[in-house]
């Protein structure tokens, strides 16, 4: 009986690491396999940007000893799964090479680090910072009621360092949830990160679809910018250098104000994974699996293109860009199965005509979203580029960020393979 229950027992024991050495590996394949669904896509951020964290875990079931052809069997998935899990830091870490030069043709030198400002990234991928979090100073955040529309208040919240002199550079920054859904309070540790290092920040709440559609997010944000504006005296930030930031649905938000205002005061744009090629977008849909994205613009848009072609033609960014439009920013993961990379193409050869500084910021392993994991390899990767950005356009005017280092004959924009 006891030699038949230790049998029994090893048995079980081999089948047990069969099925977790199986389940790394369908966690490895969701890391980088196109998402078919919703719930899937969610999985495969987290895996793509925290999969480091399984893999370390997964590495126990890789220890010799007594082995069978079920534990073999086992042992092999997981190591198949580890590798995958990691596939996301091995394409990462090349960009530690290839972003710093992208980043200076693109928009010149970085310019001299503040004594007094907390210290920038050294590097775009810090391994020790996938362990350790990426660290910010103490910021203060408190709620502005921005303006009044039928009654009701639109808010921002001001992220400002605790200690800063001078008057500091603005970001204003517009969250996603396909113009329907978000909120102002969605992923703040880019705002707390830029915040720390001398910004003021302004996270904008806005009037959502279906209830209202465009322009109302437009003008919600032209008043948060009016506003932020009005505060240069009481809160110690400059009116004349300002950055648009927005993710997602937010970031069409964003370019379009940045490309129609005409006001010099916005010194550049930011988008992360933003939709801009509306058209395009409503016959190019997402899997419907994932998101129903033309049934969103609809829902924007108040329509289809073929009844409401105007005001997709009034939303798409690109057809406002001209050579006096800011320069831009773009954060891209190749895997987006939310907004097709070939928005951010679709606004850069534009920028390339109209010879507009900018810069798209390609991550092959990365998903819509991928900065939620903010010390994850997309989340650091897009946080040195939007530091080394800012340093570049927020510049003092009296402080040229080109320095006399661009060549005149040089190509404006610069895009990562």
Not at 368 to 375: A, L, M, R, W
């Amino acid at each position: 009986m006891t030699t038949g229950s230790n049998a029994f027992r090893f048995r079980a024991g081999a089948a047990g690491r069969l099925l977790c050495g199986l389940a790394v590996a369908a966690a490895g394949l969701a890391a980088v396999l196109p998402q078919p669904t919703a719930v899937i896509w969610q999985a495969s951020v987290i895996l793509s940007e925290w999969g480091h964290w399984l893999a370390a875990l997964a590495l126990l079931l890789l220890p010799g000893g007594r082995r069978s052809g079920t534990d073999a069997a086992g042992a092999a998935a997981a190591a198949a799964g580890i590798v995958l899990l990691l596939s996301p830091l091995a394409r990462a870490l090349p960009l530690n090479d290839s972003l710093p030069p992208l980043l200076e043709r693109a928009f010149g030198p970085a310019p001299p680090h503040a004594a007094t400002a907390q210290a920038p990234r050294p590097a775009p991928l810090v391994v020790t910072d996938l362990l350790a979090g990426v660290a910010s100073d103490d910021v203060i955040v408190d709620e502005h009621v921005y303006t009044v529309v039928d009654g009701r208040n639109l808010t921002l919240d001001l992220y400002r360092p605790a200690f800063a002199e001078g008057s500091l550079p603005v970001v204003i920054a517009v969250h996603g949830g396909g113009w329907v859904g978000g909120d102002k309070r969605d992923l703040p540790e880019l705002y707390e990160y830029l915040a720390s290092r001398g910004h003021v920040v302004a996270a904008v709440a806005y009037r959502l679809a279906p209830r209202w559609q465009f322009p109302a997010a437009q003008e919600d944000l032209a008043a948060a910018m009016r506003y932020v504006q009005g505060l240069a005296h009481s809160h110690g930030l400059d009116p004349e250098r300002i950055v648009l930031l927005g993710r997602s649905a937010g970031a069409q938000i964003a370019l379009l104000a940045a490309y129609t205002a005409g006001d010099p005061a916005i010194r550049g744009a930011i988008s992360f994974y933003g939709p801009f090629a509306l058209r395009w977008g409503y016959d190019n849909p997402a899997k419907p699996g994932v998101v129903d994205s033309s049934g969103l613009l609809e829902t924007y848009l108040g329509g289809p293109p073929a009844t409401h072609g105007e005001r997709y033609l009034a939303a798409e960014p690109g057809r406002f860009v001209s050579p006096a439009s800011p320069p831009t920013l773009f954060i891209q993961g190749l895997r987006d199965e939310h907004v097709s990379p070939f928005h951010a193409e679709f606004v850069s050869a534009r920028l390339i005509d109209a010879g507009v500084p900018h810069a798209v910021v390609r991550l092959p392993w990365a998903t819509h979203g991928c900065d939620y994991i903010f010390s994850g390899p997309c989340g650091q990767v897009a946080t040195y580029a939007v530091e080394r950005f800012l340093g570049a356009v927020l510049a003092a005017r009296d402080e040229p960020a080109d320095d006399g280092a661009a060549d005149d004959d040089a190509a404006p924009a610069a895009q990562l393979p």
